[in-house]
């Protein structure tokens, strides 16, 4: 096993490896966000009593806990918990879903379509005054199919939870703003919806599908750790029952290795394999000689 002087060193000398020329690595703080979200069902008599609680920042912890107990308790029905981590300004999305794929557009019914189907027989054809241009082939096997139309364009809808976020931390991670879409699409039932062709005057049905939507799409403010209730919802299925929407975002600070801006200084000449220029020693300037002063 390497010692982690050696590891230490080698996880440096891979930076150092993968740095371009010219270009200095340093280290910057990132913020992180963790966006929880709790999609629960509850009687009504049940969720009265911690809807205000809820939305008290001072008593939202404890009622959070209540609501866990009645979950425990299967007393409330946890619907979807999806739970997301993404960088501070980046988009993210969480999905807890089933596809259901459904018609759109049909054939209409009535149609009627004949095909003609060769048979191998060892027969001969009929020949003389039988045989002419409205005798049946004796080869050929004619089949008479009603068509009853069927679904020639689908859609599909997601069933489930979905958590959309975007958070953006401040500076000294205190406060979060998020933009968010939580969402939850349920199937209702399906639906006989009857029309009539005309011609001939024939009733068609087709079964299509029936959905409920509770969804919120805002940009909320949380502290760091605050938990809200987001949205409140009365279900249609089952009758009598709430939904809540409860949401908590964290934020935590991670250290990252970036390209800095600033490149490294031009070498000098000296480095570049020039010399520079020889300096010429000075020669010492030898003063002029005096002249005598004329004599009076």
């Known amino acids: 096993m390497k010692s982690p002087a050696i590891l230490a060193a080698l996880i440096f000398a891979g930076l150092l490896a993968s740095c371009r020329p010219g270009v200095l690595m340093q280290r910057r703080d990132v913020w992180d ?4 979200l709790q999609v629960v069902s509850l009687p009504e008599d049940l969720a009265l ?10 008593s939202s912890e404890g009622a959070f806990k209540d609501l866990q107990k009645l979950i425990a308790e299967k007393r409330a ?16 999305v969480a999905e807890q879903v089933d596809e259901l794929r459904y018609g759109t557009e049909f054939e209409p019914p009535g149609k009627t379509i004949t095909t003609e189907t060769p048979v191998a027989s060892t027969a001969s054809p009929p020949s003389g005054p039988a ?9 050929v096997t004619k089949t008479t199919i009603n068509e009853y139309g069927g679904p020639t364009a689908f859609e599909t809808r997601n069933l489930g939870v979905t958590f959309e976020v975007s958070p953006t931390v401040a500076p000294d ?6 933009d968010m879409a939580p969402q939850h699409v349920r199937l209702l ?16 049905s087709v079964l299509q599908p029936r959905f409920s939507t509770n969804k919120v799409a805002a940009t909320i403010t949380f502290h760091n750790g605050e938990r809200k209730l987001v949205g409140l919802f009365k279900a249609l299925v089952p009758a009598g029952n709430v939904e809540l929407f409860i949401v908590r975002v964290d934020a935590q600070k991670r250290k990252v290795m970036s390209e800095g801006m600033t490149t490294l200084p031009a070498p000098s000449s000296s480095a570049s394999g020039s010399s520079p220029p020889a ?18």
């Open 131 to 139: 045989a002419d241009s409205n005798t049946a082939h004796p080869d």
């Open 77 to 92: 029905t946890l619907v979807g918990w999806p739970v997301v981590t993404t960088q501070s300004g980046h988009r993210a």
């Open 189 to 204: 039932e399906w639906t006989d919806t009857a029309f009539v062709r005309d011609p001939p005057s024939m009733k068609v």
């Open 173 to 178: 991670g205190e406060m979060i703003e998020v």
């Open 33 to 36: 966000a963790t966006c929880d």
């Open 279 to 296: 300096s010429t020693p000075s020669t010492p300037s030898t003063p002029p000689p005096a002249t005598p002063s004329p004599g009076p």
């Open 49 to 58: 009593p911690l809807i205000d609680k809820l939305r008290d920042p001072h």
